[in-house]
């Protein structure tokens, strides 16, 4: 993307933790340019300033107006529901708006649904839009595949009590990867829960255990225990400021993209 051009955004959400932590990013960001503020139909923000929580105006309404919000977006930050998600991306279709997607907890019609819509417009599909998180993620793809023998694999993740999906999409994509880099099967070797009497554990199982309480941000800890020595590999979230920063690079990074499905791999350029 050319350093002298204003990304135009719209954030779903707007009301919520995340869309206020990224309205304010994108206000913020001499590059970027609040196009767009969307909410539910019944949210009582609707027809007020999306940065009146800021304590200054930003120009922008709150609306539940898609089609008509998403008639002058570049690219459309998500951070929503599913289902939210989903009838967004037709109206990104219809106005051709790239999008970035940070929802998490989608079913396999979902993620057909977005590879649909990828084809047509670029899109960015991370769990976890974090810098950190994704070179915590190069570092297990790297730990997958020295340690794949003699160490059992565990992932332990931490959130706050508001969190409706379990286990966390990034503690999903951190399995994945060092599933792969093990050369192991996730689908097969995933245990997602223990009870009872459950036998020895297997060597290939990758297990989870999750943690809802307070107001931790996020907290992922992928554990190789060994005979005799253990590794383990944390990332701890402190801020949903570090979601936000990462979006807007990722959608800075869409601009020069006319099509696909990316992550943040992409973005950041951790593939090379």
């Known amino acids: 993307m050319n350093k002298n051009t204003t990304t135009r955004i719209a954030i779903s959400g707007a009301t919520g933790r995340m869309g206020r932590m990224l309205i304010e990013a994108v206000l913020s960001d001499p590059h970027t340019r609040l196009s767009a503020a969307l909410d539910i139909?019944?949210?009582?923000?609707?027809?007020?300033?999306?940065?009146?929580f800021m304590g200054q105006p930003s120009g922008i309404k709150i609306t539940h107006d898609a089609q008509q919000a998403l008639n002058q977006t570049d690219v459309l930050i998500?951070?929503?529901?599913?289902?939210?998600?989903?009838?967004?991306?037709?109206?990104?279709?219809?106005?051709?708006?790239?999008?970035?997607?940070?929802?998490?907890?989608?079913?396999?019609q979902g993620l057909e649904a977005i590879r649909g819509f990828s084809q047509q417009q670029a899109a960015?599909?991370?769990?976890?839009?974090?810098?950190?998180?994704?070179?915590?993620?190069?570092?297990?793809?790297?730990?997958?595949?020295?340690?794949?023998?003699?160490?059992?694999?565990?992932?332990?993740?931490a959130h706050h009590r508001h969190k409706v999906d379990a286990p966390s999409g990034t503690a999903l994509k951190m399995g994945e990867v060092v599933a792969k880099a093990a050369g192991r099967n996730f689908k097969q070797d995933?245990?997602?829960?223990?009870?009872?009497?459950?036998?020895?554990?297997t060597a290939q199982e990758i297990g989870f255990s999750v943690i809802r309480g307070g107001d931790i941000v996020g907290d992922h800890t992928v554990l190789f225990?060994?005979?005799?020595?253990?590794?383990?590999?944390?990332?701890?979230?402190?801020?949903?400021?570090?979601?936000?920063?990462?979006?807007?690079?990722?959608?800075?990074?869409l601009m020069g993209q006319p099509s696909?499905?990316?992550?943040?791999?992409?973005?950041?350029?951790?593939?090379?």
Do not use: W
């Open 41 to 52: 139909a019944s949210s009582p923000a609707i027809g007020r300033d999306a940065a009146e």
């Open 78 to 108: 998500d951070f929503t529901r599913p289902e939210g998600t989903l009838e967004l991306l037709k109206a990104c279709t219809a106005h051709g708006v790239r999008a970035v997607i940070g929802t998490t907890g989608f079913d396999a």
């Open 260 to 272: 696909g499905l990316f992550d943040m791999q992409d973005v950041l350029g951790l593939r090379r």
């Open 190 to 201: 995933a245990r997602f829960a223990r009870e009872g009497h459950t036998g020895e554990r």
């Open 225 to 253: 225990a060994g005979t005799g020595e253990r590794i383990e590999i944390t990332h701890k979230s402190s801020s949903r400021a570090t979601y936000a920063q990462g979006a807007l690079r990722a959608a800075k990074f």
């Open 124 to 157: 960015v599909f991370a769990p976890n839009m974090s810098v950190g998180v994704n070179i915590t993620l190069k570092l297990l793809e790297i730990a997958g595949q020295y340690l794949s023998e003699g160490f059992d694999i565990e992932v332990i993740e």
